[in-house]
């Protein structure tokens, strides 16, 4: 399946949802290729997959007597927790049919594959330099998944952060080298626009000014049309989409129009900046003065929804159809509820996905960090 069609069928059952809900998460795929590797792969020097031990999966919270039924290690009563007991998340992507999706685990370069009722399942874990705010950060799947089971991943290595292809049975291959990797700044996101198309998120690794260099990978967003591994002369010099990145947050495609959504963190304020279809960049459409911490995102045509790290949040930003400007003030969801909020993505069934990072700087709970579903909001925000 291409991306037109997993696009068409995203946009049909995207618009179904919408039309009565606001934030995302209808997107129906076919299941067929739900466990992400027909055959297990076998990645590099301290890459190699490993088994891990499971956790429980959730379970009543009461006895047959109706009694309070005590909790076993890592199990979360929450019926909207998807999978307990992580290392602090990094990226985090849907699988096709909406119902089970990837997490990686950003400093111990793991994959997982997370569903409602089942054990987290490590699929695959890359080498990777998790010091400071690296690792494994952010990934993505092919358009064509569900016939070539490519993962796209942004990981940093002690030289540098990279994005890298993943093909079964085989060693993680790069496709993008050299992203500035600094002391902090390193945070980045992934997300196809076109077959042959992804765009980079990159941070400015600690440095504003090379977020404004036309020389630097860092602080950008980037269209990298070269995914073939290893090209004879290296990898071309991607093109620039967006300069002036701070702390990359998130990077997400609204599936009707092409639209593409950024948020980045500044030492002023964070942002959601719109790059219209061809590269055109305008001024930001919402700014947070007060820095919640603005992360992963997932776009419609009638809204974005953010993940806020330090707002403990996910932040829904309604859209005007003819502009694309914000009409009103986010909306809030699930505040102070689970904690702060990384990765995102579209499930079904009217919910977002996310991924708690309480595990970096934040008050990690007994069964931190998590997956959560969050319910699409009802009423204000462009939800109705």
Same mark, same amino acid.
């Given at each position: ?36 590797? $027909? ?105 064509? !998944? ?5 993962? !796209?991943? !942004? ?16 060693? @993680? =291959? ?48 980037? =269209? ?7 090209? @004879?002369?290296?990898? @071309? ?121 309480? =595990? $970096? ?15 699409? @909001? ?7």
């Amino acid at each position: 399946m291409g991306l037109q069609s997993i696009r068409r069928a995203a946009a049909a059952s995207l618009s179904v949802c919408l039309a009565g809900l606001a934030v995302v998460g209808c997107a129906r795929f076919d299941d067929a290729a739900s466990t992400p590797f $027909s055959t297990v792969p076998t990645f590099s020097a301290g890459g190699e997959v490993q088994p891990r031990q499971q956790a429980p999966t959730p379970g009543p919270t009461t006895g047959p007597d109706e009694s309070p039924r005590v909790l076993v290690p890592c199990e979360d009563p929450d019926p909207n927790v998807v999978a307990t007991c992580l290392d602090t998340t990094g990226g985090l992507a849907m699988l096709p049919g909406g119902q089970s999706a990837l997490v990686t685990e950003r400093r111990t370069g793991r994959i997982l594959r997370v569903a409602p009722g089942t054990a987290p399942e490590e699929i695959a874990r890359l080498d990777v330099d998790g010091s400071g705010d690296g690792g494994l950060l952010s990934i993505a799947l092919s358009p064509s !998944y569900v016939e070539d089971n490519l993962l !796209y991943a !942004y990981v940093s290595t002690p030289g540098d952060n990279r994005v890298v292809r993943l093909a079964p049975g085989d060693t @993680p =291959k790069a496709v993008l080298t050299g992203i500035p990797r600094g002391a902090s700044g390193n945070a980045g996101a992934l997300a196809f626009t076109a077959p042959n198309e992804l765009m980079v998120l990159t941070g400015n690794a600690g440095n504003p000014a090379a977020a404004t260099d036309p020389a630097s990978l860092a602080g950008k967003l980037l =269209k990298v049309t070269a995914l073939t591994p290893d090209l @004879p002369g290296g990898q @071309p010099f991607p093109q620039i989409a967006l300069s002036g990145i701070g702390t990359a947050g998130g990077v997400c495609v609204d599936p009707h129009g092409g639209t593409v959504w950024v948020t980045d963190r500044t030492p002023l304020e964070d942002r959601l900046q719109r790059v219209a279809r061809g590269g055109a960049a305008g001024a930001p459409v919402w700014t947070w003065p007060d820095r919640p911490g603005v992360a992963g995102c997932v776009a419609d045509s009638s809204a974005v929804a953010v993940a806020l790290t330090a707002g403990k949040a996910l932040a829904v930003v309604a859209l005007d159809l003819n502009t694309a400007s914000a009409t009103a003030a986010p909306s809030l969801s699930a505040q102070n509820k689970y904690g702060q909020l990384g990765g995102a993505a579209l499930g079904d069934k009217n919910e977002v996905w996310v991924a708690t990072v309480n =595990k $970096s700087g934040g008050a990690p709970g007994p069964t931190d960090d998590r997956v959560v579903k969050i319910p699409a @909001p009802q009423g204000g925000g462009g939800f109705d």
